[in-house]
Structure formats: structure tokens, C-alpha cells
């Protein structure tokens, strides 16, 4: 059987949800890779049971679980050998994890030393007629759409978090196989050693991990607007994002920008005001659960994924719409 593995990322001792997302991919692929199975590749130490089996239940047919107190913390010497030992052992087909800071460290160290190729921050996969991984990415700037085949095996991926939704949990009995793998791992493998962790809170909380997102585009006119699509936010409890034009233009700084070449959300509520559409950033929000649009092109192309659309002028509807949530609330 041919195995896709998804490399399930751990972090502070649980699996995090990215590798939910993960799964979806690698079923996919799965349907279209004839005799193929989707692993899962856990590394840690103490990892709950429940963790394990959520994995299966979303998908996962086999799980690889490398369990030992010197890989409680990411560290990218022993985590890769790890990963290359069990490569080498059960020959997986395709490997794809998550572009997070662990998948970017890990997978280039790994490639390198598998001598295989890896395509980096992919928003599609595909398998073609011959079975080879066709890996998506923006290049140029985010301009183009780069489609990418690697010869050599296994073929690895680094696949751009919130870029699909997590797989479901498919059945409560679902039935898949555990593999404790044991790895003689000695003090030599660990050349770095982890001294303290300081979270950057410098930014406040990414876009990425908020519940609603209100962003603006172009047609809010001008940058002194902007303070419409902050006030927005802040009374719908939600974080602040832009379109690549308004970033551009100095309207908002880049770490808001939503889109291919910035960031990929799927929030349960996005909120664009006064954005066009262009496909750039589309593919950087279309997964979110609930997308309302307001823009006074009926045309728009963010009519074509919202699942409310509103002809209107953004500067004269959101200010009133402001005004009735300011009075709801007060009113609590």
C-alpha cells in the first residue's frame, strides 16, 4: 500500500488542530491515489490517548507514535531524525505538514538529508494521472499560481495552515492501528537544548486564531476610514484585516493582510468591507464559515463566495451600523 503521511504537530504536550486540517487533505488525495492509505506521525512525549484516537477518527488509517522525554519540546535535530529513521523503515509515498514554525524548520532539514524535494506554503494538492503530487503555491509575489511536480520520493509538502477545514470525526468506532515506534535517541542527537519559551505579544493575537475577522479593502476610500473597520471589530469582539491593496498603500501594516501572500484565515464570521474579490485574496478567507460582503459593485467577486451580500457603500452603511450595535449595547 502506498502511504500519504501528515506529520501531526504537537505543542504543549497536545496534537494541535492544524493536524485536523491536514486530514482533509491527505483524504483527499487518498481518493485519488490508487492503493494508498493515510498515516499520521505523532512525536512527542506523554501525548493523551484521546488525542491519538481523535486522529484516527478523522481519518488517519495508521498512526505513528514516537514517545520519549528527550522530544517533549520541538527541537529539530532529534525530531528529524526521528522522522528520517521512520521514512527509511516504511517508505511513505507523500509527506505533507503544516507550513507552521515546526513544519518550516523541520521538513527543509529533513529534505535535505533524505535527498528529496519539498514544495513549501502550498494551498492545493492534487495527484496528476501518473500518481506524482501536484503541489500549489503562490510565487511571485503572490501574483502567479505555481504548480509543482518533485521526482524524487517521498514527495514532501509544507501546506499553509487555515487553508481547509478540518476533517470531521467520521465514526466513534472507527478502527485504526497504533504503532508504537521505540527510538534509541542519546544525548548527541540533541546538540541544541530548549531554555525558555517567551510568547511574542508584541501584535496581540493574530488574525489567524480570531473567531471574526472585519477587513477592508480599497473601497473604503481613504486610510482615515479605516477607523470604521476598527471600531467594527472591536464592538463584534473580532480582529482587524486588510486587503493586499490597502497594505500596499500604508492604510494597515502587513501582519493584517489576508490573502496568498499574507495570511490564510477561516474564522466563523469574515466581514469584508469595501473589498473587490481578487483571487489572491479569496483563496487567503473563502474557507471561513460565514462571509458577509458589502461593496457597491454589484459585480464584486466577493459576492461569489459571501454568504451575505450587500450592495451598498461601505462609509454610509457600516457608520449607521455602528451606531445601532453601540446602542444595543448599551442598552445590555
Given at each position: ?44 512525549h ?15 488509517d ?15 535535530e ?9 521514512v527509511?523503515e ?64 517521498p ?15 467520521m ?6 492501528e ?17 531554555l ?60 493584517h493582510q489576508?490573502?496568498?501572500s ?16 481578487a483571487i ?53
Amino acid at each position: 500500500m502506498k502511504e500519504i503521511w501528515i506529520y501531526a504537530e504537537a505543542r504543549g504536550g497536545r496534537v494541535n488542530e492544524v493536524a485536523h486540517e491536514l486530514l482533509t487533505r491527505a483524504l483527499d488525495l487518498k481518493e485519488k491515489l490508487d492503493n494508498s492509505i493515510v498515516s499520521a506521525v505523532l512525536i512527542g512525549h506523554d501525548i493523551p490517548d484521546e488525542d491519538k484516537q481523535e486522529l484516527i477518527q478523522r481519518g488517519a488509517d495508521k498512526l505513528y507514535y514516537v514517545d520519549d522525554p528527550k522530544l517533549k519540546d520541538f527541537l529539530v535535530e532529534p525530531y528529524s531524525k526521528v522522522l528520517i529513521q521512520l521514512v527509511k523503515e516504511y517508505t511513505p509515498e507523500i509527506i505533507i505538514a503544516p507550513a507552521t514554525t515546526q513544519g518550516r524548520t523541520l521538513m527543509p532539514y529533513t529534505a535535505v538529508r533524505l535527498r528529496t524535494g519539498l514544495t513549501a506554503d502550498c494551498t492545493g494538492l492534487d495527484i496528476d494521472e501518473e500518481g506524482n503530487l501536484l503541489q500549489t503555491r503562490p510565487a511571485i509575489g503572490g501574483n502567479i499560481m505555481a504548480t509543482i511536480k518533485t521526482a524524487t520520493r517521498p514527495q514532501m509538502s509544507t501546506v499553509r495552515p487555515h487553508s481547509t477545514r478540518p476533517a470531521p470525526i467520521m465514526d466513534g468506532q472507527r478502527q485504526g492501528e497504533i504503532i508504537n515506534v521505540k527510538m534509541q535517541l542519546t544525548q548527541d542527537d540533541l546538540p541544541t537544548a530548549r531554555l525558555d519559551f517567551i510568547k511574542d505579544e508584541t501584535q496581540g493575537g493574530t488574525i489567524q486564531d480570531a473567531d471574526v475577522i472585519v477587513s477592508g479593502g480599497r473601497g473604503l476610500g481613504k486610510a482615515d476610514n479605516f477607523k470604521i473597520v476598527y471600531k467594527l471589530a472591536e464592538l463584534l469582539g473580532g480582529a482587524v484585516g486588510g486587503s493586499r491593496d490597502v497594505v500596499d498603500r500604508g492604510w494597515i501594516g502587513y501582519p493584517h493582510q489576508v490573502g496568498l501572500s499574507g495570511k490564510t484565515v477561516n474564522p466563523k464570521l469574515y466581514i469584508a468591507l469595501g473589498i473587490s474579490g481578487a483571487i489572491q485574496h479569496l483563496a487567503g478567507m473563502q474557507t471561513s464559515d460565514t462571509i458577509i460582503a458589502v461593496n457597491k459593485d454589484p459585480d464584486a467577486q466577493i459576492f461569489r463566495v459571501s454568504d451575505l451580500g450587500i450592495v451598498a457603500d461601505v462609509t454610509e452603511l457600516v457608520p449607521a451600523l455602528i451606531e445601532k450595535l453601540e446602542v444595543a449595547k448599551s442598552e445590555v
